[in-house]
């Protein structure tokens, strides 16, 4: 007859620890990848705040739209002229804006997800053990905060209706442009991404329990549908659309990027 001894228990425990899965598949190859995206528009995010190559006749930076004070040298671009803070504000505008669509993707539903696991690695796979002892879901603060998520997306309409006037504005301006045109895809991606939140579909014809007495939110709640299909792609392209159309401003705005038609 085998003795177990007290220390039998602990060694079998920590063997435990150490497997936190069986799958032998490169499991930790989607969350680093994520993890990589994400640390990027944030990085990048950040430089663009500082940065203050943010306008160059007739576009604007989309991490700096739309001008809100005089202090900003954008008045080709400003929203029908219009400066609602004046002159009193000096700091980068990106401080005021950036708040609105990233409280929006920050409390995405898939953004959720996405950083969770490669952020959190709350789990970091399926069937991988996560690292922490205790899970509480979204009740307790600060995680409770997420469910504002629903009114991030109004605000979120706003700035995608900016940034669709700023490439139409483009577009008018400087139609051969190449700027003018990347401006216009980040745009479309924008709103693609925007409206095929899962709150935008709930808001269209959630609650509605006959389809067939509201035939026009259903054919909203059906288009609305088809982008949900795609929320993922959709998010990640935007992402990057709104980085890249960004960077094509302030480097036109540099004089980095110089020929004819950019």
């Given at each position: 007859?085998t003795?177990?001894?007290?220390e039998?228990?602990?060694?079998?425990?920590?063997?435990?620890?150490k497997?936190?899965?069986l799958?032998?598949?490169?499991?930790w190859?989607v969350?680093l990848?994520?993890?990589?995206?994400?640390?990027?528009?944030?990085?990048?995010?950040?430089?663009?705040?500082?940065?203050?190559?943010n306008?160059?006749?007739p576009?604007?930076a989309?991490f700096?739209?739309?001008?809100?004070?005089?202090?900003?040298?954008c008045?080709?671009?400003?929203l029908f002229?219009?400066?609602?803070i004046g002159?009193?504000y000096a700091?980068?505008?990106?401080?005021?804006i950036?708040?609105?669509?990233?409280g929006f993707?920050?409390?995405?539903y898939y953004?959720?997800?996405s950083?969770?696991r490669?952020?959190w690695l709350?789990?970091?796979?399926?069937a991988?053990?996560?690292?922490?002892?205790?899970y509480?879901?979204e009740?307790?603060f600060?995680?409770?905060i997420?469910?504002?998520?629903?009114?991030f997306?109004?605000?979120?309409?706003?700035?995608?209706?900016?940034?669709?006037y700023?490439?139409?504005?483009?577009?008018?301006?400087k139609?051969?442009?190449?700027g003018?045109?990347?401006?216009l895809v980040?745009?479309?991606?924008?709103?693609?991404?925007?409206?095929?939140?899962?709150?935008?579909?709930h808001?269209?014809?959630g609650?509605?329990?006959?389809?067939?007495?509201?035939?026009?939110?259903?054919?909203a709640?059906?288009?609305v549908?088809?982008?949900?299909?795609?929320?993922q792609?959709?998010?990640?392209?935007?992402?990057?659309s709104?980085?890249?159309?960004?960077?094509y401003?302030?480097?036109?705005?540099?004089?980095?990027?110089?020929?004819?038609?950019?």
């Open positions: 007859m003795q177990t001894t007290p039998a228990p602990a060694r079998r425990q920590r063997a435990q620890v497997v936190r899965t799958r032998t598949d490169r499991w190859l969350p990848v994520t993890f990589l995206g994400l640390s990027s528009f944030l990085v990048y995010g950040v430089w663009a705040i500082i940065d203050t190559s306008f160059v006749e576009y604007i989309p700096a739209s739309p001008c809100l004070s005089t202090s900003e040298v008045d080709g671009a400003r002229g219009w400066a609602p002159d009193w700091l980068p505008p990106g401080l005021l950036l708040g609105l669509p990233g993707r920050l409390t995405c953004y959720r997800k950083y969770y490669s952020f709350s789990p970091a796979a399926c991988v053990q996560e690292p922490h002892g205790k509480t879901g009740t307790r600060p995680l409770i997420q469910n504002i998520h629903r009114y997306f109004y605000f979120a309409v706003v700035i995608g209706a900016i940034l669709t700023d490439a139409v504005l483009a577009l008018v301006h139609p051969l442009g190449l003018s045109w990347i401006l980040n745009a479309v991606l924008i709103l693609g991404y925007t409206f095929g939140c899962h709150s935008c579909r808001i269209t014809a609650r509605l329990n006959h389809f067939s007495r509201h035939p026009l939110r259903y054919r709640w059906t288009f549908s088809k982008l949900n299909a795609k929320h792609p959709l998010a990640w392209a935007s992402m990057f709104v980085m890249g159309a960004d960077l401003v302030r480097l036109v705005a540099k004089g980095i990027i110089a020929f004819p038609y950019a």
